[in-house]
């Protein structure tokens, strides 16, 4: 794991607040080059809230964001892309039917010819493509077919390789393997592996802690707008982590609730029973 003194985002008692509503409370965490921080958390933790702000979405109601060891404050995504703060929505911002070259310069066409004579340039995309695929261990057969003949994680790994390719320093990947098999899971994360390899600093959102156990190296745990903290693997066991995200003792008090529940239930069945059972031997 490459790692120096200076994390590249490093975000201080982050609040945010939407009306009376808080999102965020009081949350810290930052990642250094070289490193996989996973941010865990169940729905409604605070996972898409963080994520949005590290990423120039939302401006925190309070707190400070640093950026290399300086104090920043983002007005828009594309003022975080500028400082090489890349992220991967589960939507992957692509077009099916456009080809896997389209895809990756998407917004971004190389052109070549002047004036109104100028066309996107398909031999640069294609080479570009293939090659910056590769460089992640992506070997794509044919860079013209439509990026909708792919598996969704080869999708990731071609929204994951333009990012780097496109100067990401930080790259925030918001579930990347949600609606993904076992198989297609397994490819994404050894994308991640890849891209923490090449010295990128990488945010892993994520409620599934297999994944998460896979191929982070600290884990920051959200829920319900706070965090339980920043944990290294010796300091966290998996059993332990889904202890914390999954709320133990809530779920512990539930199946008890569920028990009772069944109790109560049995009893009016077992004395009707009896009753019957009464009325037949009197007969």
């Known amino acids: 794991m490459i790692r120096n003194d200076i994390p590249m985002i490093d975000v201080r008692n982050i609040s945010k607040y939407f009306g009376n509503v808080v999102a965020l409370n009081g949350v810290s965490m930052n990642v250094y080059a070289g490193e996989v921080m996973c941010l865990l958390g169940d729905n409604g933790a605070g996972k898409s809230t963080l994520i949005k702000t590290l990423s120039g979405v ?6 400070e964001y640093y950026v290399e060891g300086e104090l920043v404050e983002f007005n828009s995504p594309r003022s975080a892309l500028e400082r090489g703060i890349a992220t991967v929505y589960q939507d992957l911002a692509m077009i099916p039917l456009m080809s896997i070259s389209r895809n990756f310069f998407l917004g971004s066409e190389p052109g070549k010819g002047w004036g109104p ?6 031999q640069f995309a294609t080479k570009v493509a293939q090659e910056e695929l590769k460089k992640m261990g992506i070997d794509i057969r044919d860079p013209s077919q439509p990026v909708g003949t792919l598996s969704g994680g080869e999708r990731q790994s071609v929204a994951i390789a333009r990012a780097v390719y496109f100067g990401a320093k930080v790259l925030i990947l918001d579930e990347p393997t949600a609606a993904l ?5 397994g490819v ?3 994308y991640i592996a890849q891209a923490r390899a090449r010295g990128i600093a990488v945010v892993f959102i994520t409620h599934n802690p297999h ?4 191929v982070g190296d600290r884990f920051t745990i959200l829920k ?7 944990f290294t693997k010796d300091e966290l066991s998996r059993e332990e982590m889904v202890r914390m995200m999954s709320g133990a ?3 512990d008090a539930l199946a008890h609730e569920l028990r009772e529940f069944e109790r109560s239930e049995q009893l009016p069945a077992e004395s009707k029973l009896a009753e019957i059972e009464e009325a037949l031997s009197e007969g």
């Open 58 to 63: 939302h401006k925190p109601s309070a707190g």
């Open 224 to 230: 319900r707008g706070q965090s339980f903290g920043t």
């Open 249 to 251: 003792d809530e779920l």
């Open 188 to 190: 994404v994360l050894r």
């Open 117 to 122: 004579f100028k066309r996107f340039d398909v």
């Open 181 to 185: 098999g076992v198989k297609q899971a």
């Open 211 to 214: 994944h998460a156990y896979a």
